[in-house]
Nanobody, 125 residues
Framework: QVQPVESAGGSVQAQPGESLRLSCGVS???????MGWFRQAPGKEREGVAV???????TYDDSVKGRFNVSGDNTKRVLYLQMNSLKPEDSAMYFC??????????????????WGQGTQVTVSS
């Protein structure tokens, strides 16, 4: 079965204050969907970071508002997470996820059906 969500995987690094961009591809799925970015640091629960629903509305966690931007390229079927002014506390494994249904709470992972493999983001000096 083809996995609808594909992320680059691997790891990326940045110093505090720098920027990174993550991308995630969507394949083998043609219905309307919403997509989001989640992260999980060691010893912490997974948390929603940024979501863009099927109508194009974005939702952000308070910890990243004003610094992160989620966007999608429907033609290329790619989801992006632009992360600016990075902080050490942004270090985590980042996952993209796809939801085929409604999102009563967009930043909760239980509403998502498919997940990418994750990209490790490390922010340190």
């Amino acid at each position: 079965q083809v996995q609808p969500v594909e992320s680059a995987g691997g790891s990326v690094q940045a110093q505090p204050g720098e920027s990174l961009r993550l991308s995630c591809g969507v394949s083998a799925y043609t219905h309307r969907y919403s997509m989001g970015w989640f992260r999980q640091a060691p010893g912490k629960e997974r948390e929603g970071v940024a979501v863009i629903d099927d109508g194009g509305t974005a939702t952000y966690d308070d910890s990243v508002k004003g610094r992160f931007n989620v966007s999608g390229d429907n033609t290329k079927r790619v989801l992006y997470l632009q992360m600016n002014s990075l902080k050490p506390e942004d270090s985590a494994m980042y996952f993209c996820a796809l939801s085929t249904g409604r999102l009563p709470e967009p930043l909760r992972g239980i509403f998502y059906d498919y997940w990418g493999q994750g990209t490790q983001v490390t922010v340190s000096s």
